[in-house]
């Protein structure tokens, strides 16, 4: 919020100037639009609707409600319960939109709305609640249900924008959803306090002539860890995804006729999910199994007999499943919405147009390329900062959460300066000094990590060999991929393997282990 405050400042600090100049205030440039305002728009309403419904403490896919169980006991009514975070979460989107409408620059020649986004973020926020916090009698049944109506009030904002409809008419559609949600929350945390779970399992086995039983039979406790960790977490991020993922879609068919609002949509799309999961990381790299003691070890996972690493193994593949699972959602909705949309002659001319200039085997390779790095970071986003959270230090972790959202504010601003003061060749030439010195610190750390992964016997001798065979491979096939791809004298070998060597994470991985076994021995 710190640093939310501190770039709304800085854009009204912005904004004063260019009046005070008599300069134009309005952006000719959609990528501007998109770098300033809608990118931390973007990231602080999904941190917003995270927190508010309490989203990266439960399981999407479970039946029961999401609704904190150690809130469920405190002494107070059901309805301060409901209450309270409706109260908080909306004015939080509401000052936050009315804020960026006040202060942000927009584009040229296009009619912002100022009130009923206020009350479509509020809406949006109060059906998250309800939805997050209801009982569910079939596993899964949550995420359909959130997926559906939240598109469904999405479709009503976007048919607003396109047929232009007026200030009052929008609010008296998206205001009396509100307090419908509110009742329905309301009844959601009442049931989740006495216990109520309806189950519909048996009923469904029963028609297929036989009763619903599930017994689980893990072959070591590693396996049940894993299994563990996915019920808690795994199914955040694809969730999470699915719902920003219509919002997204549907601008498609805005932008049937401009191939480069066609790409913006797309890049847009493919970043999601790394942003999404750099969210869902806050909870995936907690060391407790109980939500309300996110900073510690309890006894519970403690004692349990499994070594550190095996308990960050579990973790890791937990993130690989749910990397996979949100983007297979990505993956089949893209070219669905493209040819519902009517977009994807746009696509596809612009696909023809690439090969013609890169040729067709590297236009290929370059495509499967940001695929992969996309799906890469989206894993490296979910587990770069275990090294953090598991040390179970309060003022460490928060400071991680405001670094990355401070980072996701200011970069795009950063990037329109270097754009616009033509610092672009100054940034080229220092890109070798500044990639030698990462790679220096990068492999100072390494070594350090790997010595005390080897004097504490937190791993053995070959995994510490076979994982640093593994990170070099990676390295080399990289470097080979890039080098022959950007083939051109003017950028040398030497800073291609620099960048490999940077992409392919290694240390903060290999720290988690360590950040472990202090927390889990202290």
């Given at each position: 919020m710190i640093g939310v405050i501190a770039y709304l400042i800085a854009l009204g600090a912005v904004k004063l100037v260019v009046i005070a100049r008599g300069i134009p205030i309005y952006l000719d440039s959609g990528e501007s639009f998109a770098f300033v305002v809608m990118m931390p728009l973007t990231?602080?309403?999904?941190?917003?609707?995270?927190?508010?419904?309490?989203?990266?403490?439960?399981?999407?896919?479970?039946?029961?409600?999401?609704?904190?169980?150690?809130?469920?006991t405190l002494p107070v009514t059901t309805s301060a319960l409901t209450t309270w975070p409706l109260v908080y979460g909306s004015a939080a989107m509401i000052v936050l939109w009315l804020a960026l409408r006040?202060?942000?620059i927009w584009p040229a020649g296009t009619e912002v709305p100022w009130i009923w986004p206020a009350f479509l973020a509020a809406s949006l926020l109060a059906w998250t609640q309800a939805l997050t916090?209801?009982?569910?009698?079939?596993?899964?049944l949550r995420i359909i249900a959130m997926v559906l109506w939240l598109g469904t009030i999405d479709m009503i904002a976007l048919l607003g924008l396109h047929f232009k409809a007026g200030e009052w008419l929008m609010i008296g559609i998206l205001a009396p959803q509100i307090p419908l949600a509110y009742v329905v929350a309301h009844l959601a945390v009442s049931r989740a306090?006495?216990?109520?779970?309806?189950?519909?399992?048996?009923?469904f086995a029963m028609a297929k002539g036989g009763r619903f039983r599930r017994v689980l039979n893990f072959k070591?406790?590693?396996?049940?860890?894993?299994?563990?960790?996915?019920?808690?977490?795994?199914?955040?991020?694809?969730?999470?995804?699915?719902?920003?993922?219509?919002?997204?879609?549907?601008?498609?068919?805005?932008?049937?006729?401009s191939a480069r609002l066609v790409f913006t949509i797309l890049l847009a799309i493919l970043l999601t999910p790394p942003f999404v999961a750099t969210f869902v990381a806050a909870a995936v790299s907690t060391s407790s199994s109980d939500?309300?003691?996110?900073?510690?070890?309890?006894?519970?996972?403690?004692?349990?007999?499994?070594?550190?690493?095996?308990?960050v193994a579990a973790k890791l593949k937990m993130a690989i499943r749910s990397t996979l699972v949100a983007w297979l959602i990505v993956i089949v909705a893209i070219p669905i919405a493209f040819e519902l949309s009517g977009t994807a002659a746009l696509a596809l001319r612009a696909w023809r147009l690439d090969s013609q200039i890169l040729g067709m085997s590297r236009a290929v390779v370059l495509s499967l390329l940001i695929l992969a790095g996309c799906i890469a970071a989206t894993w490296t986003q979910l587990v770069q900062s275990l090294y953090i959270g598991l040390t179970g230090r309060a003022s460490l972790i928060k400071a991680s959460v405001f670094l990355a959202i401070g980072f996701f504010v200011l970069f795009g601003p950063l990037v329109e300066w270097i754009a616009d003061t033509e610092r672009l060749g100054e940034v080229w030439s220092a890109l070798p000094i500044v990639f030698s010195i990462l790679v220096a610190a990068k492999m100072i750390a390494v070594?350090?990590?790997g010595l005390q992964l080897y004097r504490k016997r937190l791993v053995s001798d070959r995994t510490l060999v076979s994982g640093a065979a593994a990170w070099t491979l990676m390295v080399l096939l990289l470097y080979g991929v890039l080098a022959w791809l950007l083939d051109a004298p003017h950028i040398p070998h030497y800073l291609i393997m620099l960048v490999a060597i940077l992409t392919i994470p290694l240390a903060r991985l290999s720290a988690a282990p360590i950040a472990l076994a202090s927390n889990r021995h202290r």
């Amino acid at each position: 919020m710190i640093g939310v405050i501190a770039y709304l400042i800085a854009l009204g600090a912005v904004k004063l100037v260019v009046i005070a100049r008599g300069i134009p205030i309005y952006l000719d440039s959609g990528e501007s639009f998109a770098f300033v305002v809608m990118m931390p728009l973007t990231v602080t309403s999904v941190y917003f609707l995270a927190v508010f419904t309490f989203g990266l403490d439960g399981d999407f896919a479970a039946r029961q409600s999401m609704y904190p169980s150690r809130r469920l006991t405190l002494p107070v009514t059901t309805s301060a319960l409901t209450t309270w975070p409706l109260v908080y979460g909306s004015a939080a989107m509401i000052v936050l939109w009315l804020a960026l409408r006040t202060f942000g620059i927009w584009p040229a020649g296009t009619e912002v709305p100022w009130i009923w986004p206020a009350f479509l973020a509020a809406s949006l926020l109060a059906w998250t609640q309800a939805l997050t916090w209801l009982p569910y009698p079939l596993p899964g049944l949550r995420i359909i249900a959130m997926v559906l109506w939240l598109g469904t009030i999405d479709m009503i904002a976007l048919l607003g924008l396109h047929f232009k409809a007026g200030e009052w008419l929008m609010i008296g559609i998206l205001a009396p959803q509100i307090p419908l949600a509110y009742v329905v929350a309301h009844l959601a945390v009442s049931r989740a306090r006495q216990g109520e779970i309806p189950d519909w399992r048996d009923a469904f086995a029963m028609a297929k002539g036989g009763r619903f039983r599930r017994v689980l039979n893990f072959k070591s406790p590693a396996a049940a860890q894993a299994w563990f960790e996915w019920r808690r977490h795994g199914w955040s991020l694809p969730t999470w995804v699915a719902i920003l993922l219509p919002f997204e879609l549907v601008l498609l068919w805005g932008a049937t006729e401009s191939a480069r609002l066609v790409f913006t949509i797309l890049l847009a799309i493919l970043l999601t999910p790394p942003f999404v999961a750099t969210f869902v990381a806050a909870a995936v790299s907690t060391s407790s199994s109980d939500p309300g003691d996110a900073s510690g070890t309890n006894a519970f996972v403690a004692t349990r007999p499994l070594t550190d690493a095996e308990l960050v193994a579990a973790k890791l593949k937990m993130a690989i499943r749910s990397t996979l699972v949100a983007w297979l959602i990505v993956i089949v909705a893209i070219p669905i919405a493209f040819e519902l949309s009517g977009t994807a002659a746009l696509a596809l001319r612009a696909w023809r147009l690439d090969s013609q200039i890169l040729g067709m085997s590297r236009a290929v390779v370059l495509s499967l390329l940001i695929l992969a790095g996309c799906i890469a970071a989206t894993w490296t986003q979910l587990v770069q900062s275990l090294y953090i959270g598991l040390t179970g230090r309060a003022s460490l972790i928060k400071a991680s959460v405001f670094l990355a959202i401070g980072f996701f504010v200011l970069f795009g601003p950063l990037v329109e300066w270097i754009a616009d003061t033509e610092r672009l060749g100054e940034v080229w030439s220092a890109l070798p000094i500044v990639f030698s010195i990462l790679v220096a610190a990068k492999m100072i750390a390494v070594v350090w990590i790997g010595l005390q992964l080897y004097r504490k016997r937190l791993v053995s001798d070959r995994t510490l060999v076979s994982g640093a065979a593994a990170w070099t491979l990676m390295v080399l096939l990289l470097y080979g991929v890039l080098a022959w791809l950007l083939d051109a004298p003017h950028i040398p070998h030497y800073l291609i393997m620099l960048v490999a060597i940077l992409t392919i994470p290694l240390a903060r991985l290999s720290a988690a282990p360590i950040a472990l076994a202090s927390n889990r021995h202290r």
